[in-house]
């Protein structure tokens, strides 16, 4: 894979993630924070947002104002990035993000949960990003900080450069495992086999596989036993021995 070429904004509020991402960040007017053309040249934009901006957003409607821009340079794929770590307040469900203040109690500097300016209740925010995924169409990530964005973004850039039908992840059967423990009752003759000691509780399914009922284990010959897998010539016959009474 080629060394990444990515089209960033030169607006100063950018200015980290262009360093963050280092020479192969190219920055200029742009109509997004960043850009990329993918392997099936198709243009994909990714629009970066902070928590108290994406919430502005939510109100304003500016995002939308964003897309429709890119949309009419002829942008294909649209990737909101969400930058920040933010949660809902327990207590009254209003969306916060964390500050640097100080505790009242104990006078020194510490990380506080306060409310996102403009405020706004979690549940509507987190109901904006949903709608852009399902009814928009638009990829929405979540980092914590400039350098999650960084990454999340060249992450982005590998995927889009193998072509769509040559991603083979989703193109798999989901296979459920066999359990550890059989919730059928064994057969009569696994259990018999079970009990030999030299086949045991695991081979005795071996066993049950190839001999269907007791009488037909019991009158086999060595080599009968010996044919199954698993068993072999030594273990077919201590079982012969065992089932002669002999050990």
Known sequence: ??????????????????RTLGAIAVALPLFT??????????LVACERKKIGDMAS??????LLAQLQASAEVATDVF?????????????DGLLEIPVWGVNPRTMKRCEMW?????????SRFDQYLT???????????????VRGTADVILA????????????????????????????????????????LKSIGWDKSALVSARFNSVEKMVVATEKDWADIPGIGKKLAKSAMAELRGER
Do not use: W
């Open 1 to 18: 894979m080629s060394e990444p070429f990515l089209f960033c904004t030169d607006e100063p509020n950018d200015a980290d993630l262009v």
């Open 33 to 42: 924070d960043c850009c990329f053309v993918s392997v099936d040249g198709l």
């Open 57 to 62: 957003c939510v109100q304003t409607g500016r």
């Open 79 to 91: 990737v909101v990035i969400v930058e920040g770590r933010y949660r809902r307040n327990p207590e």
């Open 114 to 122: 306060q409310p996102v300016k403009p405020s706004m209740m979690f």
């Open 131 to 145: 709608e852009l995924q399902r009814d928009a169409g638009i990829i929405i990530k979540h980092t914590e900080d």
């Open 156 to 195: 982005l850039y590998q995927n889009f450069q193998t072509p769509a039908d040559q991603h083979q992840s989703l193109k798999q059967m989901y296979k459920r495992p066999p359990p550890t423990v059989q919730l059928v009752k064994p057969s009569f003759t696994r259990r018999v086999a079970a009990e």
